[in-house]
């Protein structure tokens, strides 16, 4: 179906060099499931687009997570524009600060929005062999912890991004660079796909 996209996705997190403990440890992070549903066309470039992602935690330090969310995405010419805004609920995690029988017992709320730019610097007949971007994330917390950088702050980053694909294989890599003072230090990601 064209107007429908389901995502599954295994999410491994490495601790840095600067990390207080483990440094240069990796653990399997979180699965997560999306589905994207196209709402609405806006024109011969653009289109409306709701998506609903459920995260089912593996670290016992991160929660469950339902995140219903809103985005528009378009095209012109070789750039590629979208903006997603959502709301996060996670349930079942582990919180540090609190002691006692109902340690670990804590929910949260955020609203977590994302947007980005990209440019095919090798167009392709069906999907550009290699883009060049700029990405912006981030979680506006309303209440409970922030899995990310485990406070009870907001976060937002920003940063550099190339994606490359070839068949059915693509790749999406980037450092996005803290705008918060809570999280005072840059991460890497690097996603790798298969489209089935």
């Known amino acids: 179906f064209e107007w429908i996209e389901v995502s599954a996705l295994t999410i491994w997190q490495q601790t840095g060099p600067g990390a207080t403990s483990a440094p240069g440890a990796g653990s399997l992070w979180a699965e997560q499931l ?7 066309k806006l024109g011969e ?4 687009f709701g998506q609903i992602d459920y995260r089912i935690a593996i670290q016992a330090t991160i ?3 339902v995140v219903p969310s809103l985005g528009i995405a378009g095209r012109w010419h070789r750039f590629d524009g979208t903006a997603q805004v959502g709301y996060a609920h996670g ?4 919180d540090p600060t609190i002691m006692g029988p ?3 017992l804590r929910d949260s709320n955020a609203i977590p929005f994302r947007a ?4 095919d610097v090798i167009r392709g007949e069906i999907a550009p062999p290699l883009q060049l971007g700029v990405e912006i994330a981030g979680e506006a917390l309303l209440d409970g912890l922030n899995d990310f950088n485990k406070t009870d702050h907001s976060h937002a980053n920003l940063g550099p991004t190339v994606s490359a694909a070839r068949g059915r294989l693509w790749l999406t890599t980037g450092v996005l660079f803290p705008l918060v003072e809570h999280q005072p230090s840059p991460f890497f990601r690097l996603l ?3 489209a089935l």
């Open 34 to 40: 999306e589905a994207r549903l196209r709402a609405l």
């Open 91 to 94: 349930f079942g995690g582990i």
């Open 116 to 119: 980005g730019l990209a440019v």
């Open 63 to 65: 929660a469950n997570q």
């Open 45 to 48: 470039r653009g289109a409306l």
């Open 192 to 194: 790798i796909g298969v």
């Open 102 to 104: 109902d340690k670990g």
